[in-house]
């Protein structure tokens, strides 16, 4: 309840900006623009460069309605579909002296439809190491978003802190009934310099503090369902399953840090390089928090675009972009036990996993009168490797992506604003590995890393098309309805569905 109000709250404080925003029809278009969203990405990596986000104060409220449904599941721990319901609220405010202070909340509520294999929620973080059973089922959810920064001109130089945290509560409602709690927050602080009087340098840096407990129960005192604690690629720790192992918990303490490159106006080069860097553990709560294993993660993104104004009506603004990431788990091995406690013998590093992606875009905004067209066309380049050395196991996928959107955002009149989108890509897999000694494709486990790699190694065909309406009041607001729908043919596999609708004020 406390945590509805602080929502209340913010949103509230967000409210309370409209009457002084007086945003004009004119502010709120070129703030859909995909051009402005770029660069509003490339402003929010620093604190310190929010300062140069956004030329007005402005501010939004959204509630949103997001399903999606496969007819198979692309991984069997993400599920097969969600239905999920939100409520949101942002504001930036510009200060005297060249500041700014900015906020959210959000809110979401619904449910992830059929997760299999895994009993706890951001899998993608938290994997190889988690409890699952063959049986799953749906997980309803509930989770709380806040943020909040402020950044200080002082001369030449500019100084931004900036606080997220994130609750989430998921649940099942069938045996195995699963309780998951996540607690994460994010702490980061910037510094950025004026070189000259067309650039700025930027320099971030931040820490993060992830915590979840997954707690297991039976309603069914005869069940006959066994969990089991995974390590990847169908591998298990054979001693720790069935249904005594009920209960586990995942703690990471993480770094990151930051350089970048953006031009004090609206034009120029934009560049940027970030590092992130966690411990995953996974404990054993009911063998005496006993640490089963952990990953070392290392992420590192790079980035460079340049915007410039060909013409008054043609804008280019091509980039490129880049993410490695990198994945070592270590399992420890024990020995004797003495009631719930065991003692560490020794460790092994069997699991990798490796990604990595690289993007080019070359996005063309074209001005006429009151309308913009912008076209982008691209390419991604993705590799993805994933192993265990005994038994030995390999997956491994590499896909080339091409891709083209078209954004159009016109005024039909001084109130009446339309915005439209679709977007096309073909996902065309170039060469896939798979190797599985040992595995036993007749048991639900060992199926379940078949079906897996068959949805990732598949050429994938994506359509997404999007429109919204705007309609300026007199007070200063604009209020919006959006729609939007997207297919994904699994070529040989399966379809998968996703459609969007919006409801939002923008002031």
């Known amino acids: 309840m406390r945590r509805v109000l602080a929502f209340a ?81 942002r504001s930036y405010m510009r200060l005297e002296g060249g500041g700014a202070v900015w906020g959210g909340a959000d809110f979401t509520t619904g449910t992830y439809r059929d997760i299999r294999w895994n009993n706890c929620l951001d899998y993608m973080r938290v994997a190889p190491y988690v409890l699952g059973d063959a049986t799953g089922g749906d997980l309803d959810t509930r989770r709380y978003r806040f943020s909040g920064g402020y950044a200080a001109r002082l001369r030449r130089w500019t100084l931004g802190v900036e606080a997220r945290y994130r609750a989430e509560i998921a649940y099942r409602k069938r045996d195995p009934r699963v309780k998951t709690v996540v607690s994460d927050l994010d702490l980061i602080a910037g510094a950025s310099l004026r070189v000259g009087s067309g650039a700025v340098i930027g320099l971030t840096g931040g820490v993060n503090v992830y915590r979840q407990n997954c707690d297991l129960d039976f309603y069914n005192p005869i069940n006959d369902i066994n969990t089991f604690t995974l390590t990847g690629l169908g591998t298990y720790y054979r001693r720790f399953m069935g249904n005594t192992n009920k209960n586990s918990g995942y703690e990471s303490l993480g770094w990151s840090a930051g350089v970048q490159w953006q031009p004090a106006g609206r034009t120029g080069l934009y560049v940027h390089a970030l590092y992130h860097g966690y411990r995953m553990e996974q404990r054993l709560r009911n063998f005496n928090n006993l640490t089963l294993g952990y990953s070392d993660n290392s992420i590192v993104s790079a980035g460079i675009a340049y915007v410039a104004d060909v013409s008054e009506s043609l804008t280019l603004s091509p980039s490129l972009d880049c993410q490695l990431f990198s994945r070592r788990s270590t399992e420890n091995l024990f020995g004797t036990s003495s009631g719930a406690s065991y003692d560490k013998i020794g460790s092994r590093s069997p699991y990798r996993h490796r990604v990595s992606r690289f993007g080019l875009s070359l996005p063309a905004t074209l001005r006429h009168g009151r309308s913009y067209f912008t076209l982008i066309p691209g390419v991604d380049c993705h590799g993805s490797r994933e192993s265990y050395a005994d038994p030995r196991r390999i997956l491994e996928v590499k896909r080339l992506t091409p891709r083209l959107a078209l954004n159009y955002s016109g005024r039909l009149s001084a109130l009446w604003l339309v915005e439209t989108e ?18 036993d494709e007749s048991e639900p486990l060992g199926r379940s890393v078949v079906a897996n790699f068959a949805m990732q190694s598949s050429d994938l065909a994506e359509v997404r098309v999007a429109a919204k309406v705007s309609r300026h009041l007199s007070c200063g607001v604009s209020l919006s309805f959006g729609v939007g729908y997207g297919v994904s043919d699994y070529r040989g596999q399966c379809h998968a569905h996703g459609v969007t609708a919006s409801f939002g004020a923008t002031f």
């Open 9 to 89: 709250v913010v949103a509230t404080c967000a409210l309370s900006g409209f009457a002084r925003s007086g945003l004009s029809l004119d502010n709120v278009q070129v703030d859909g623009l995909p051009l402005t969203r770029q660069l509003k990405v490339e402003r929010g990596l620093n604190p310190a460069t929010m300062t140069l986000r956004d030329s007005v104060s402005i501010s939004s409220a959204e509630a949103r309605w997001d399903r999606a449904h496969s007819g198979k599941a692309v991984m069997e721990q993400l599920g097969d579909g969600h239905s999920l319901y939100s409520l949101s609220a």
């Open 422 to 439: 679709v977007e096309a890509s073909y996902g065309l897999t170039l060469s896939s590995d798979c190797l599985l000694e040992g595995l």
